[in-house]
């Protein structure tokens, strides 16, 4: 794996041509978990996911959208027209030197601009191809984890225990669905910014999402690298 701690040298000589971008977050997760809770997902997944493929590794965003937690108090927030500029002006660096991919390998569920983001470069054929990976969308039984409930803490217990607080807020699912959060905010639907169960959170659970996480982003970018080159060549 090339990354950060190479020079431009060993990057121009490694022929490499997929990079990997962790898109993290600055927001709030409720009273036990630090604000840095999806930054620190994403840089160790994409490490993992990167080294696995042989890629290489940019250094992941710590900011994203993260509009419905702005209530809550130490949240950061791109806007998403900032961060489609961020993703592009990205996209074009790299495409300098010869990354033909550049996996967005998301780790904010927030983040739904990045599907038109991703959407409309490719469909204008723009190089790099942009593969837009969700890695929460590989993980088994998450149930109604939304944020800061199971699934986090759980990872975060396995990565990094010292980073989580002994005082848990209580179990929280509301009757709203996710599309809500576009109506209400998160603290409009669940006060102490928690959506799910951290009282069921355990560090072996933790352990599990994280390798699900990386198995998941490989399989899913080798398969969109095989169909994508396929249709290449048709085309050629
Ligand atoms: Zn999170």
């Not at 490694?14 to 009273?31: N, P």
């Not at 993703?87 to 998301?106: F, K, M």
Request: net charge negative; hydrophobic share 40%.
């Amino acid at each position: 794996m090339i990354g950060p701690e190479n020079t431009t040298l060993e990057i121009g000589r490694s022929g490499c041509d997929t990079a990997v971008l962790g898109i993290g977050s600055f927001e709030q997760h409720s009273a036990h978990l630090p604000m840095e809770t999806d930054f620190f997902f994403a840089s160790r997944v994409s490490r993992e996911v990167a080294a696995s493929l042989e890629a290489m590794l940019l250094n992941p965003l710590p900011y994203s959208t993260s509009l419905e937690h702005l209530d809550f108090a130490g949240t950061v927030t791109l806007k998403p027209d900032t961060l489609r500029s961020a993703i592009w002006d990205i996209a074009e660096s790299v495409d300098r030197w010869g990354i033909r991919y550049l996996v967005l390998l998301n780790a904010h569920g927030g983040n739904f601009c990045l599907i038109p983001t991703a959407r409309q470069w490719n469909m204008e054929r723009k190089q790099p191809h942009l593969l837009l990976v969700d890695f929460f969308s590989g993980l088994s039984d998450m149930g109604d984890n939304l944020h800061a409930g199971e699934v986090e803490t759980s990872m975060m217990m396995h990565l990094a225990p010292e980073r989580v607080r002994a005082d848990k807020p209580e179990d929280f699912v509301p009757k709203w669905t996710r599309a809500d959060l576009t109506h209400f905010g998160m603290k409009g639907i669940s006060p102490t910014g928690v959506w799910g169960y951290p009282s069921r959170a355990d560090a072996a659970k933790g352990e599990k999402w994280l390798t699900e996480a990386v198995e998941y982003s490989v399989q899913r970018i080798q398969s969109l690298k095989r169909a994508i080159e396929g249709r290449v060549a048709r085309d050629a």
